[in-house]
């Protein structure tokens, strides 16, 4: 089996491979992009009518001088452990006129396809408010220090309340915003708007109106989701009397919206019961599992006196709540759920729901000698069953110092038992494996390999068989059989492996990729397929030796695998130890400045 250490060089390796509601405004474009910050609002009888941006004079700051090269993140990756010293990331503007107030809240990150990071946050006197608006910060690459804010996005008088911000992966930049009614002081019932960037979120679409109606389920919450099937979702508190969070989806790529809760009656939030459309808790954030079902966090609504947990099969059209193993968290503090690059999921939070008395609660954690203490405050855990168990545990902390952490923070004193107390939590993970997490004020810096120092578990996934394999000769027919092992079988070069239902279960491959369900497939050994090319790649676990054997220009045809194309970024696989031999159709890309790999069809894996 393999240790974390192994398991994490393997999918570091790995991550380099690669609207409208009913009742809301139908049929619209997303138009054509400018730079913009403000824009006009036409409303009647209790709907958005018709927005229009107005061009930026001068160029605000976040659009100024911006690369449009891609980023080369292979050059930037380390598998050595990684934590740095927090930096704030709200600064005030350098720029005369610039909007900026005392409060600065509820912030939402995002990485760029030329290094670039992105934050942005509303920035107000009261959260009341209509003066609240929406200012954003780069952190340019290679750059130590966050650019000085400037305003991002502000309709004259109105609340512009909850902000996220999302990049797909491919190049495009979703901004997701609430927007409260003309004058009035309130974010209680906002309208829904989102924007798109294709050039780095130097320009914008004009603001799109996913939900026209003043409502209480369209407070924006950070933590926009993509599936692997592609559906855009964007979480956004359920607000009045309903203390969950609403789940607006898209399968069109943000053309139109549906939200499944819409009008559905109120959960009671209990444990094992199940009901229409919202998730349990506010500021709620969602992940996909590795069966497509979804899994949630969120704030307040506790059960049994623990964060609750919301589970959905249906892609959240219902959802079944239940108590989760984690402190539940309160007033100026919000969660991060995630799934890392590498497979795992992160989940990070506080000790304490309680900011006013953080050593209320303490917990149990590690630390990079594998020695155990008592800690308080923000703390990172890690699961590698998809959320059963999460055997990781870290106490974010720099070990010392004086913080000002902003919002409802305000100051705290850093030491090796003690870390930020409170803030509203934002995350993303760029493609050299750093997660950047933000708090209301601050930029942590750290990576898995961290996480994982000193945790005295493994990132092992259950033994395949004992048995071995005898190795398969390329040009011969050649079977193996045996109760409890694969069975595989060479024709003309092409093996076929069928993998008995004991022994299915997760594979890890230098590759990456997620495979659910049965390993069952098909490859060709140093072939040229139609569908791109075809190699053999071999290693060992405990040497992490690697070998490429590169195309012989034979040709191979299996028509099971031109069905679909499956991107290698999309999957996660587990070594379960001995040799391995796999090998995998694919064809090539240029993604984010390096060149990635996307299989075609199933892969499959033979032990050795």
């Given at each position: 089996m393999l240790d974390t250490k192994a398991s994490l060089r393997l999918a570091t390796w790995a991550m380099f491979l690669l609207p409208t509601l009913a009742g809301a405004v139908g049929g619209q474009d997303f138009g054509k992009p400018l730079t913009y910050r403000h824009f006009d609002v036409e409303e009647a009888d209790g709907r958005v009518r018709s927005v229009a941006p107005a061009a930026a004079d001068p160029t605000p700051r976040w659009?100024?001088?911006?690369?449009?090269?891609?980023?080369?993140?292979?050059?930037?990756?380390?598998?050595?452990?990684?934590?740095?010293?927090?930096?704030?990331?709200?600064l005030p503007p350098a720029d005369e006129g610039e909007t900026f107030y005392s409060h600065n809240h509820q912030p939402s990150i995002t990485w760029l396809p030329n290094g670039d990071l992105l934050a942005i946050w509303y920035s107000t006197r009261s959260e009341y408010g209509p003066v609240l608006t929406v200012v954003a910060s780069r952190l340019r690459?290679?750059?130590?220090?966050?650019?000085?804010?400037?305003?991002?996005?502000?309709?004259?008088?109105?609340?512009?309340?909850?902000?996220?911000?999302?990049?797909?992966?491919?190049?495009?930049?979703?901004?997701?915003?609430?927007?409260?009614?003309?004058?009035?002081?309130?974010?209680?019932?906002?309208?829904?708007?989102?924007?798109?960037?294709?050039?780095?979120?130097?320009?914008?679409t004009p603001p799109m109106v996913i939900d026209d109606r003043f409502v209480a389920r369209n407070q924006v919450i950070s933590g926009t989701l993509k599936t692997k099937a592609g559906v855009l979702m964007q979480n956004c508190d359920a607000g009045g009397v309903v203390k969950g969070t609403a789940l607006y989806i898209s399968h069109d790529k943000g053309k139109t919206w549906t939200d499944p809760g819409r009008d559905k009656p109120a959960p009671a939030f209990k444990d094992g019961e199940t009901a229409e459309g919202t998730i349990a808790g506010i500021h709620a954030k969602v992940v996909e599992l590795g069966d497509g079902r979804l899994l949630a966090l969120g704030r307040g609504a506790t059960i049994n006196e623990r964060m609750p947990m919301s589970i959905s099969a249906d892609?959240?059209?219902?959802?079944?709540?239940?108590?989760?193993?984690?402190?539940?968290?309160?007033?100026?503090?919000?969660?991060?759920?995630?799934?890392?690059?590498?497979?795992?999921?992160?989940?990070?939070?506080?000790?304490?729901?309680?900011?006013?008395?953080?050593?209320?609660?303490?917990?149990?954690?590690?630390?990079?000698?594998?020695?155990?203490?008592?800690?308080?405050?923000?703390?990172?855990?890690?699961?590698?069953?998809?959320?059963?168990?999460?055997?990781?545990?870290?106490?974010l902390t720099p070990?010392?110092?004086?913080?000002?952490?902003?919002?409802?923070?305000?100051?705290?004193?850093?030491?090796?038992?003690?870390?930020?107390?409170?803030?509203?939590?934002?995350?993303?993970?760029?493609?050299?494996?750093?997660?950047?997490?933000?708090?209301?004020?601050?930029?942590?810096?750290?990576?898995?390999?961290?996480?994982?120092?000193?945790?005295t578990k493994k990132a092992t996934t259950k033994k395949i068989g004992s048995g071995s394999v005898r190795r398969l000769a390329r040009a011969s027919r050649s079977t193996a059989k045996s109760r409890g092992r694969p069975i595989a079988e060479t024709?003309?070069?092409?093996?076929?492996?069928?993998?008995?239902?004991?022994?299915?279960?997760?594979?890890?491959?230098?590759?990456?990729?997620?495979?659910?369900?049965?390993?069952?497939?098909?490859?060709?050994?140093?072939?040229?397929?139609?569908?791109?090319?075809?190699?053999?790649t071999r290693y060992r676990v405990g040497t992490q030796k690697w070998r490429s054997i590169p195309d012989t220009g034979r040709s191979f045809r299996d028509p099971a695998w031109s069905s679909r194309s499956l991107a290698l970024e999309e999957q996660h696989f587990t070594v379960a130890g001995r040799d391995i031999q796999l090998a995998v159709r694919s064809d090539h890309a240029v993604e984010d400045g390096r060149r990635v790999q996307r299989v075609l069809g199933k892969p499959a894996a033979v032990l050795g």
């Open positions: 659009a100024r001088d911006v690369s449009q090269e891609r980023f080369d993140w292979a050059k930037q990756r380390s598998e050595e452990p990684f934590f740095a010293r927090p930096v704030p990331f709200v690459a290679g750059k130590k220090t966050w650019d000085p804010c400037s305003e991002f996005f502000k309709a004259p008088n109105r609340n512009m309340h909850g902000s996220s911000i999302f990049h797909d992966g491919h190049g495009t930049i979703y901004h997701f915003n609430g927007m409260a009614p003309k004058g009035v002081a309130s974010f209680r019932k906002l309208a829904l708007l989102m924007r798109s960037s294709t050039d780095n979120s130097v320009t914008w892609l959240g059209k219902t959802w079944t709540y239940q108590a989760s193993p984690f402190p539940p968290i309160g007033g100026g503090q919000r969660l991060v759920l995630m799934r890392l690059r590498e497979g795992p999921l992160l989940f990070v939070s506080f000790s304490s729901g309680n900011r006013g008395k953080p050593e209320a609660n303490g917990m149990t954690f590690t630390d990079q000698n594998g020695n155990q203490f008592t800690g308080h405050g923000m703390y990172a855990t890690v699961s590698f069953d998809d959320g059963k168990t999460w055997p990781v545990r870290k106490l070990g010392e110092g004086e913080f000002d952490g902003g919002a409802w923070t305000k100051q705290f004193t850093a030491t090796p038992t003690r870390a930020e107390h409170a803030g509203y939590l934002a995350a993303t993970q760029t493609p050299d494996g750093v997660i950047h997490l933000i708090s209301s004020r601050l930029h942590y810096r750290f990576n898995l390999a961290w996480l994982v120092k000193g945790s024709r003309r070069g092409a093996t076929k492996v069928a993998v008995p239902a004991e022994l299915q279960t997760a594979w890890t491959t230098p590759l990456g990729g997620r495979l659910t369900g049965p390993l069952i497939g098909a490859w060709a050994v140093g072939g040229f397929c139609p569908y791109g090319s075809s190699w053999l």
